[in-house]
């Protein structure tokens, strides 16, 4: 049974960085496609980032394009989300979630199998 575990938040200043890492356990994550998502305090969930199987097919969003970058190293069973240029209204709590499918298709959260539990980012005003 495929379980996630998010790591790697914290609080940063703005203007910095942060690598959150997206752990698989229970299967081999190369099969599945990953997206990040993040919630801020009284707001809906939103989608951040997403990757396919393979790691050939990356997405990003607008409101993170040039400063997030997506991976993964399957070797490790791992995701990656490399944060920079950091701002306060990045903070929120951010999940992974895997699609037991190869390809990214979307955000929307009915789309994705497995969810973390989250790691919080908190960047000061």
């Known amino acids: 049974q495929l379980q996630l575990v998010e790591s790697g938040g914290g609080l940063v200043q703005p203007g910095g960085s942060l690598r959150l890492s997206c752990t698989a356990s229970?299967?081999?994550?190369?099969?599945?496609?990953i997206g990040w998502f993040r919630q801020a305090p009284g707001k809906e969930r939103e989608g951040v980032s997403c990757i396919s199987a393979g790691g050939s097919r990356k997405n990003v969003e607008d409101s993170v394009k040039g400063r997030f970058t997506i991976s993964r190293d399957n070797a490790k069973n791992t995701v990656y989300l490399q944060m920079n240029s950091l701002k306060v209204e990045d903070t929120a709590i951010y999940y992974c979630?895997?699609?037991?499918?190869?390809?990214?298709?979307?955000?929307?959260?009915?789309?994705?199998?497995?969810w973390g539990q989250g790691t919080q980012v908190t960047v000061p005003a």
């Open positions: 979630a895997a699609r037991s499918v190869a390809h990214c298709s979307g955000y929307e959260p009915i789309r994705y199998d497995v």
């Open positions: 229970g299967v081999n994550l190369a099969y599945y496609a």
